[in-house]
C-alpha cells in the first residue's frame, strides 16, 4: 500500500506544478516605463558640439530608431551619430530600475565607448541623467537634459564641470520625431 502511495504521489506532484506554471503571468511594466514609449519610432537630429577639453566643435547630425524589446520594460535604440570626430554607429538600452527608482541607459559605439548611466529622473517634461568620470586624470561630472517640447520634438543640453569649475556646455541640439 506504501509502494502504491508513493507512485500516486510521485504522479501528482509534477503535473500539479505543470499547472500551476501555466497559470503564472509574467510580469507587467508600471507606470514609470510607459514613460520611455515616447522615445519609440524613428528620430532625425542635428545640434553642435561645443570646443572643450573633451573633443573640438562643430556641427553634429544623427538618426536613430527606438522599439520596445521583448516583454516591454526596455527601450531599445539603435542609430548613427555624424560630428568633429567623425561617424559613429550606436546602440542604446533605456530602462526603469524599480530597486533604485531611478532611469537607466547602457550605450556602447563604434568608436569603441561604453557607459552605464543611471539614477536619471523624468519629471514633467524633462528627463535628466548626472554621472561622474575621469577627464585627463581629473574629476569631472557631466549633465544630460532633455525637454520634452512636444510628442515629435526635444532639446537636447550636455554640460561637464572638470574639477570644481562652473558647469560647461559641451553640446546641444534639437531631435525630432519622423515617423
Given at each position: 500500500?506504501?509502494?502504491?502511495?508513493?507512485?500516486?504521489?510521485?504522479?501528482?506532484?509534477?503535473?500539479?506544478?505543470?499547472?500551476?506554471?501555466?497559470?503564472?503571468?509574467?510580469?507587467?511594466p508600471g507606470p514609470e516605463v510607459q514613460e520611455l514609449a515616447y522615445?519609440?519610432?524613428?528620430?532625425?537630429?542635428?545640434?553642435?558640439?561645443?570646443?572643450?577639453?573633451?573633443?573640438?566643435?562643430?556641427?553634429?547630425?544623427?538618426?536613430?530608431?527606438?522599439?520596445?524589446?521583448?516583454?516591454?520594460?526596455?527601450?531599445?535604440?539603435?542609430?548613427?551619430?555624424?560630428?568633429?570626430?567623425?561617424?559613429?554607429?550606436?546602440?542604446?538600452?533605456?530602462?526603469?530600475?524599480?530597486?533604485?527608482?531611478?532611469?537607466?541607459?547602457?550605450?556602447?559605439?563604434?568608436?569603441?565607448?561604453?557607459?552605464?548611466?543611471?539614477?536619471?529622473?523624468?519629471?514633467?517634461?524633462?528627463?535628466?541623467?548626472?554621472?561622474?568620470?575621469?577627464?585627463?586624470?581629473?574629476?569631472?561630472?557631466?549633465?544630460?537634459?532633455?525637454?520634452?517640447?512636444?510628442?515629435?520634438?526635444?532639446?537636447?543640453?550636455?554640460?561637464?564641470?572638470?574639477?570644481?569649475?562652473?558647469?560647461?556646455?559641451?553640446?546641444?541640439?534639437?531631435?525630432?520625431?519622423?515617423?
Amino acid at each position: 500500500m506504501t509502494k502504491l502511495l508513493s507512485i500516486i504521489l510521485l504522479l501528482l506532484v509534477p503535473s500539479h506544478a505543470f499547472g500551476q506554471a501555466q497559470t503564472a503571468q509574467p510580469p507587467k511594466p508600471g507606470p514609470e516605463v510607459q514613460e520611455l514609449a515616447y522615445y519609440v519610432g524613428t528620430w532625425k537630429g542635428e545640434g553642435e558640439a561645443k570646443a572643450s577639453p573633451f573633443g573640438s566643435g562643430g556641427k553634429l547630425s544623427s538618426s536613430q530608431t527606438c522599439e520596445w524589446f521583448a516583454g516591454g520594460f526596455h527601450v531599445v535604440c539603435r542609430g548613427d551619430e555624424t560630428g568633429p570626430s567623425g561617424k559613429r554607429t550606436f546602440l542604446n538600452i533605456m530602462a526603469y530600475d524599480a530597486e533604485t527608482k531611478g532611469y537607466t541607459e547602457y550605450g556602447i559605439s563604434s568608436f569603441g565607448e561604453s557607459e552605464y548611466n543611471k539614477g536619471g529622473s523624468i519629471v514633467g517634461n524633462k528627463r535628466m541623467f548626472l554621472w561622474d568620470a575621469d577627464a585627463g586624470g581629473k574629476p569631472a561630472k557631466f549633465r544630460y537634459t532633455e525637454v520634452h517640447v512636444s510628442p515629435m520634438l526635444y532639446t537636447y543640453k550636455a554640460e561637464a564641470s572638470v574639477g570644481n569649475e562652473a558647469w560647461t556646455v559641451i553640446g546641444e541640439g534639437k531631435i525630432k520625431k519622423v515617423k
